[in-house]
């Protein structure tokens, strides 16, 4: 990540949208300041579909005549903290009132007093986010905490005392560590020395909700590198707090003569690997996931040395309470269940004695989430020999085409028995029952033995083939006999 900073932006020729909310500031005489992310990503070259204003006055009230005037989409409006958002030609728009904030140690909300620019500027997270522009005086960028140089310099700081900006809020903590992730910026010492010392403020208990931290701690993992901010959520004790599970993954277990990579930073260059490949913050996940029951299955057996057996089904398992605890959305749940349960298996189909059934079954339980699971895999090919990468990588690269022509062949995504159940009990006679899914799972394993097609045809006909005995020893309870 190569940032030039380019100081001579002009904000308003730049975006015809901010010229036009200058105008309808100038014509209904408010002055109006462009302030925070924006001004700063504009600095780096970054475009941002969030600009925020700071308004000297009632910045709801100017929202509704910009909204009026300007035909926003919508508006929402926060008075007691003179705060109003609206939509426009696909941007964020946020207007603020200046204002200078206190908190309360209980609670995030702070108490609003309306003030000054300066009071506004200040109470800001960090100096890299307490730029400003006057719009009304050529453009001119207001920079009281030095943002600038820090910038230009690559450093994170509080404008304030770092402590006191951690413990008014404490979700500052995470977004330091997001913007160091983001823009690669190291987090000035005294700051970091306070992010170690208040990171038991981000306890969900205490005053941050739970739903806030795993947003920043996803917005990490949708960095370009997230690995910079993971590094640092262990490192300064932060992951020990919001997230113990990853951090028992560092350590190198050692006995003997046996050595163990350590399963934290592997997991940390798994994450690198498949951040590479895909934005899909979810298959990120995936992949931090992947690994994170070793240290509940790490055994050390003599002549073998460390082993994780069953770790990859352990690691599946404890996804649920993971998810319940992040709060994260149930309909991902299976997502990530799936290749972290599977994330083993397409390995060993690189030997050359593999079966057609073993790739069919693969892909049949794999489904619709199938290259995903092969992008993991590929991302978990790390060795610092990279000859050894190479020769793993073509091996598989060979295997992944073979998966995906057998899945395409035999139409074998989100696969399932081609002869449904209600079809079953009406040939077989048969209730709803246990009886009818060993039928089925009969007709699934033929197709994936190779033995018929995965067409409909066939696999009614071998329905009609095997009925017979099965129903000799099937439960009386499970025929339908025609009684009510």
């Known amino acids: 990540m190569i940032y030039n900073m380019n100081l001579n932006v ?11 909310i200058f105008k309808v500031a100038k014509k209904n005489k408010f002055e109006i300041f462009l302030v925070g992310g924006y001004v700063r990503d504009k600095i780096l070259g970054i475009e941002d579909k969030d600009i925020d204003f700071a308004v000297l006055g009632d910045a709801v009230k100017f929202s509704q005549i910009c909204s009026k005037e300007l035909r926003a989409d919508n508006i929402t409006s926060y008075g007691r903290f003179g ?11 946020e207007f603020n009132s200046a204002r200078k904030e206190s908190y309360g140690r209980d609670s995030r909300k702070p108490n609003i007093e309306f003030s000054d620019l300066k009071d506004d500027l200040s109470r800001r997270d960090f100096t890299i986010n307490t730029l400003a522009v006057n719009l009304n005086e050529s453009e001119k960028i207001i920079d009281i905490f030095d943002g600038l140089k820090d910038i230009e310099n690559g450093i994170i700081k509080t404008p304030l005392d770092p402590e006191k900006t951690f413990d008014d809020d404490p979700l500052r903590i995470m977004r330091a560590i997001r913007f160091s ?36 701690f996803f917005k990490i993992l949708e960095t370009e590198k997230p690995s910079i901010g993971l590094d640092l959520l262990f ?13 028992t993954l560092a350590g190198v277990d050692q006995r003997q003569d046996y050595h163990h990579k350590d399963v934290f930073y592997h997991t940390l260059q798994v994450v690198d690997n498949i951040s590479t490949m895909t934005d899909n913050v979810w ?29 990859e089904e352990k690691g599946a398992r404890m996804m649920k309470k993971i998810f319940l605890k992040l709060k994260l959305p ?52 790390t060795s610092k020999n ?7 990588l073509n091996n598989y690269l060979i295997v992944e085409k073979k998966i995906l022509e057998v899945q395409q062949k035999d139409n074998l995504r989100n696969f399932q028995s081609p002869v449904k159940g209600e079809e079953i009990m009406e040939i077989c006679g048969l209730k709803p029952s246990r009886t009818v899914g060993i039928i089925k799972k009969q007709i699934e394993e033929a197709i994936l033995e190779g033995e018929i097609p995965n067409e409909y045809q066939p696999a009614k006909e071998f329905l009609l083939k095997i009925k017979d005995d099965i129903l000799k020893t099937a439960p009386e309870s499970d025929k339908n006999t025609g009684d009510s």
Not at 10 to 20: G, M, P, S, T, Y
Not at 181 to 195: H, L, P, Q, V
Not at 235 to 247: A, C, D, Q, R
Not at 386 to 392: F, G, H, P
């Open 10 to 20: 002009n904000f308003r020729n730049d975006n015809e949208l901010i010229e036009d």
């Open 83 to 93: 705060t109003a958002m609206l939509g426009l030609k696909g941007y964020k728009i």
């Open 181 to 216: 992730s983001r823009f690669n910026f190291r987090i000035e010492g005294d700051t970091y020395k306070a992010i170690v010392r208040m990171k038991n403020r981000l306890k969900p208990d205490d005053v941050v909700s739970q739903e806030r931290i795993t947003d920043e």
């Open 235 to 247: 490192k300064t004790g932060v992951m020990e707090v919001i997230f113990p599970e990853i951090s």
């Open 283 to 311: 298959l990120r996940f995936a992949a931090l996931m992947h690994d994170i029951a070793k240290p509940a299955t790490k055994k050390f057996i003599d002549g073998t040395g460390w082993t994780f057996h069953g770790h």
């Open 330 to 381: 149930n309909d991902k749940l299976s997502y990530i269940e799936k290749p972290v349960r599977m994330h083993l298996r397409p390995i060993p189909l690189a030997s050359d004695s593999v079966t057609d059934s073993a790739i069919r079954r693969l892909a049949a339980d794999a489904g619709e989430e199938l290259e995903d699971l092969l992008t993991l895999c590929r991302a978990d090919i």
């Open 386 to 392: 990279q000859n050894k990468v190479s020769r793993i």
